[in-house]
């Protein structure tokens, strides 16, 4: 089994990992974020790319998702797991707190960057659930257990479920943007989730988002306005129940897959198998070879 971690804003690197080496990686997208970290977390073989690159030198709007997933479906990833910082659209879901949200709410002008489809060949994905149900489940077991168990998180909460609106930035909301958005009872809104679901979806890898919750975006009144600064704090204090969760989370995954994730591309292939270029075909043969003959 081969698992996938992508760090988010403050995780750069993923402590424990063992015989850590880099790989450097080419995809017909274009390079990948930063060089993989391939390593071992107990005996499960682990895969980690920082979202941002090391040194945090990549926009949510610059990134490169297709090179990212591409990269990890090349390596043989089954799973990822994608740890991000988000902003709070409820009251009762703190900074600090941890959010595993099940649905997103699209608010991007990027949809061509967000599929591997296209010149060529056509695929429609099912994407109702978008986010792995298998995955979340062990994930939610698990950090909850951390927080309940674990005097330095007293007080943190767990959410499982909700909504994540996924904007691009780089600004962050403006206040009436963050009212509409409660208005219609979202949870959290991040910038780079969205497309990393969407993806590993169309590669048939399991995905699952742990969100940590650093601010209130900008509605909540009483609340400091959301800087770089207090999100990069509140992600810091977070650091160590990431890895927490990454490190119980990876110990007890089992190699089974019973979700349907596997095989999301059986019936979303629209082209005839003899009608798709042979340059398409060539390049995303890691992500629908199987279904082209």
């Not at 709410?105 to 994905?125: N, V, Y």
């Not at 659930?129 to 909460?157: K, Y």
């Not at 292939?269 to 003899?274: G, L, P, R, S």
């Amino acid at each position: 089994m081969k698992l996938g971690i992508i760090g988010g804003t403050g995780l750069y690197d993923l402590a424990g990992l063992r015989d850590a080496e880099p790989i450097h990686m080419e995809t017909p997208f274009g390079e990948p974020s930063d060089a993989y970290t391939r390593g071992r977390l107990g005996s499960v073989e682990v895969y980690f790319l920082p979202r941002h690159a090391h040194g945090h030198r990549i926009l949510p709007s610059e990134l490169n998702h297709r090179a990212n997933i591409f990269g990890f479906k090349k390596l043989g990833v089954e799973r990822i797991i994608g740890i991000s910082a988000v902003g709070s659209l409820r009251e009762d879901l703190r900074p600090r707190d941890v959010c595993l949200p099940d649905q997103y709410f699209d608010r991007t002008k990027r949809s061509t960057d967000h599929t591997f489809f296209g010149r060529g060949l056509i695929a429609h994905i099912a994407f109702a659930e978008p986010v792995c149900p298998d995955l979340r489940r062990h994930l939610h077991a698990v950090t909850q257990e951390i927080v309940s168990g674990d005097p330095r998180h007293q007080g943190q909460r767990v959410q499982n479920g909700g909504t994540y609106v996924n904007m691009e930035g780089p600004a962050f909301s403006t206040k009436s943007e963050s009212l509409y958005y409660r208005r219609h009872g979202f949870d959290v809104i991040g910038m780079t989730s969205l497309a990393e679901a969407k993806l590993c979806r169309e590669a048939e890898i399991c995905y699952a988002p742990v969100c940590m919750v650093t601010d209130y975006d900008c509605w909540h009144e009483s609340e400091e306005t959301v800087t770089a600064d207090l999100v990069l704090a509140n992600l810091k204090a977070n650091a160590g129940l990431a890895g927490e969760i990454l490190r119980r989370a990876t110990a007890r995954l089992t190699k089974d897959r019973p979700c349907s994730c596997g095989n999301a591309l059986e019936n979303a292939v629209i082209t005839q198998a003899e009608q798709v270029p042979e340059e398409t075909r060539r390049n995303l043969a890691p992500i629908a070879g199987k279904y082209l003959g």
